[in-house]
């Protein structure tokens, strides 16, 4: 039992790039979520997906995409990459239902130069 | 909205010795549960400690224990016989109780241990 995976664990873009970052987890969690942690932020919520082919966005969505394929699966996608968007990336899951724990990844964190 | 603050950005203790971390938030809601996270130097996000909003008793786990005063929308964490295992950031978060699994984060309070 992995629990929730990351990659790539670091990442370097140059502005204007794309890139998917990757995360599964196997504990059958139909609630997954992105997370980004800035200095001085905490975590704030980027997208999230109550189950397969359900997506939803959090509160800083812009410049990010999401799909959900499969219950293990939920990668992050950056068209263009920015500045701005130089952080360290968290992906979470949980069941869906009750006072249940959410389970973090390790974290990417990616820089755009 | 759901807002959670933290208004310590930092706060150190002696070993063995008791902290206390705040945690205001604020909710129109009734029913929603409250956590603590920790966050050591490996990145990783590790829950402490989650408190239901129905629940009177104040939650607690071995050396870590919750002050909640819903009435005010206070949500503390005391850390007993503070160990240098201990020192980390710390997050509060808010979670409803209705719909998905949103947590909204407080900007984390990083705790140092002095041995």
């Known amino acids: 039992n992995a629990g929730v995976t990351q990659t790539p664990k670091f990442q370097v873009l140059k502005t204007g790039q794309s890139m998917t970052l990757q995360c599964a987890q196997d504990m059958n969690h139909e609630y997954m979520s992105w997370y980004r942690q800035d200095p001085g932020m905490g975590l704030r919520l980027i997208h999230y997906?109550?189950?397969?082919?359900?997506?939803d966005q959090g509160e800083v969505p812009n410049g990010y995409n999401v799909s959900r394929s499969t219950t293990e699966d939920f990668p992050l996608r950056l068209l263009s990459a920015a500045p701005s968007q130089t952080s360290v990336y968290f992906c979470?899951?949980?069941?869906?239902?009750?006072?249940?724990?959410?389970?973090f990844g390790p974290g990417t964190r990616l820089t755009v130069l | 909205a759901q807002t959670v603050t933290q208004s310590q950005p930092e706060m150190s203790v002696q070993e063995a010795e008791t902290v206390t971390l705040s945690c205001t938030y604020d909710?129109?809601?009734?029913?929603?549960?409250l956590f603590w996270y920790k966050q050591p130097p490996s990145r990783q996000m590790i829950l402490v400690i989650r408190?239901?909003?129905?629940?009177?008793q104040n939650a607690t786990e071995n050396r870590f224990s919750v002050n909640f005063q819903k009435a005010a929308k206070s949500f503390s964490l005391k850390i007993s016989d503070s160990q240098l295992g201990d020192a980390a950031m710390y997050f509060c978060?808010?979670?409803?109780?209705?719909?998905?699994?949103?947590?909204?984060f407080g900007q984390g309070t990083r705790l140092t241990i002095n041995p």
């Open positions: 979470a899951s949980s069941r869906l239902a009750g006072n249940n724990e959410q389970f």
């Open positions: 909710t129109s809601e009734s029913d929603y549960y």
């Open positions: 997906s109550v189950g397969a082919g359900i997506t």
């Open positions: 408190q239901e909003a129905y629940k009177q």
């Open positions: 978060a808010y979670r409803s109780a209705n719909g998905a699994q949103k947590l909204v």
